[in-house]
């Protein structure tokens, strides 16, 4: 299995766009309640099953989701605004505009769940950085999802390394004789 996969999202940043809500009055056990009801917005459906596809092409045929810990990295590259001056477009490094980092962040998590992790509570580390791109280019979004070695995973490895050895000079001895 692979432990890491990185793949580019092309185009603006695209954000997770607010969960919607509506009231609802059902008769329950001979009473009128209200219940509210909420659904995801429209416009996040095309964006997460296109992040999908782009993992999957990434990562190649038969990934698994990670069963461990996971390392999310984001890179957002937004494209300068038309309005900025020359200068301002060649020497602005980071991008303090919309979309909000933590957006984008969770429009990827989400996703990516059932398809890179099994869920987003499994992602424990996250470094984003969020620039303005070269100019003349539309900007990306730079995603790499990292399996994280848990502490009894490192502990495992490192005992069968040492059982090989060990087996490998009591035969090694065992020739000599």
């Known amino acids: 299995m692979r432990r890491e996969v990185t793949f580019s999202i092309p185009g603006p940043p695209r954000p997770l766009h607010r969960h919607k809500a509506t009231a ?3 008769f329950v056990k001979g009473q009128w309640k209200w219940t509210v009801k909420t659904y995801d917005d429209e416009r ?5 099953r296109a992040i999908a596809a782009l ?3 990434a990562a190649g045929g038969g990934f698994e989701p990670i069963a461990g810990p996971v390392e999310l990295r984001i890179t957002i590259e937004s494209a300068p605004a038309r309005s900025w001056p020359k200068w301002k477009k060649l020497f ?3 991008d303090t505009r919309k979309p909000d980092w933590d ?3 969770k429009l990827v998590c989400d996703a990516l769940n059932g398809i890179a ?3 987003d509570a ?5 470094y984003l950085e969020k620039c303005v791109a070269v100019p003349l280019t539309s900007g990306k979004t730079v995603v790499t999802v990292r399996a994280l070695v848990t502490p009894q995973e490192r502990r495992r490895r490192t005992s069968r390394s040492r059982a090989g050895r060990n087996r490998r000079s009591r035969h090694e001895d065992d020739g000599d004789r």
Do not use: H, I, M, S
Request: no cysteine.
């Open 103 to 105: 957006n984008v962040a």
């Open 122 to 126: 499994q992602v424990v580390r996250v």
């Open 44 to 48: 996040n459906g095309p964006n997460k």
């Open 117 to 119: 992790w099994n869920d």
């Open 92 to 94: 602005t490094l980071y």
């Open 24 to 26: 609802v009055r059902r």
């Open 55 to 57: 993992f999957l092409q």
